[in-house]
């Protein structure tokens, strides 16, 4: 299988919501006559956990075990679609028939192909013929970072080796 990932730029923007979805005015924009209403929604915003469904139900199934993954077909037709927010991660055996979704979905909403997938959610992924490898280097890295750690020493263990350990009474 090959994974790719694609970047949706205002897609979940233009979506229909199949549901009824009530919001409070937003701060500032609020109106003063109409004060302790909320609105209805017509259109999905970018926030909303309902936006990915809109734009892939109705060219997919939903599964059952897990919400933002969508799928179609079965075999070397099988496609498998995973949302996080605006990113889709899109799987399958066959190029062909990714390519054909990613235009699909071009045609329909303003996207980048990222092509195959490299980096996602902090994690470097490394596609080679028979496997796929999953590294989180990068994001240790950001968090020795974080904690200015990044110039410390790196040693495999966090102690010294064959220290002998005794107890202490502090009473």
């Known amino acids: 299988m090959e994974v790719h990932h694609m970047d949706v730029e205002s897609a ?5 919501l ?3 979805v009530y919001v409070h005015q937003p701060p500032g924009f ?8 909320v609105l209805k929604l017509n ?11 809109c734009a892939l139900l109705s060219m997919f199934q939903r599964s059952i075990v ?8 079965t075999g070397v037709s ?15 055996p066959s190029s ?18 990222l092509g195959l997938l490299s980096y996602y959610l902090g994690m470097e992924v490394k596609q080679e013929k028979d496997q796929i490898t999953i590294c989180q280097r990068a994001y240790a890295l950001k968090i020795l970072e974080s904690c200015n750690m990044s110039r410390c020493n790196p040693v ?3 102690m010294e080796e064959r220290m002998k350990l005794t107890t202490v009474s502090w009473l």
Not at 86 to 91: E, K, Q, R, S, T
């Open 43 to 53: 259109k999905a915003l970018y926030w909303l956990k309902q936006v990915p469904s």
């Open 78 to 92: 099988l496609l498998l679609i995973g949302v996080y927010v605006d990113d889709l991660i899109i799987c399958g």
């Open 12 to 16: 979940f923007l233009n979506g229909d």
């Open 66 to 73: 897990e919400h933002v993954v969508y799928n179609r077909g």
């Open 18 to 20: 199949q549901e009824q």
């Open 156 to 158: 495999d263990t966090t």
């Open 96 to 113: 062909s028939l990714i390519a054909q979704f990613k235009d699909q979905m071009k045609n329909v909403f303003s996207m980048s192909d």
């Open 30 to 37: 609020a109106d003063a006559t109409q004060f302790g209403k």
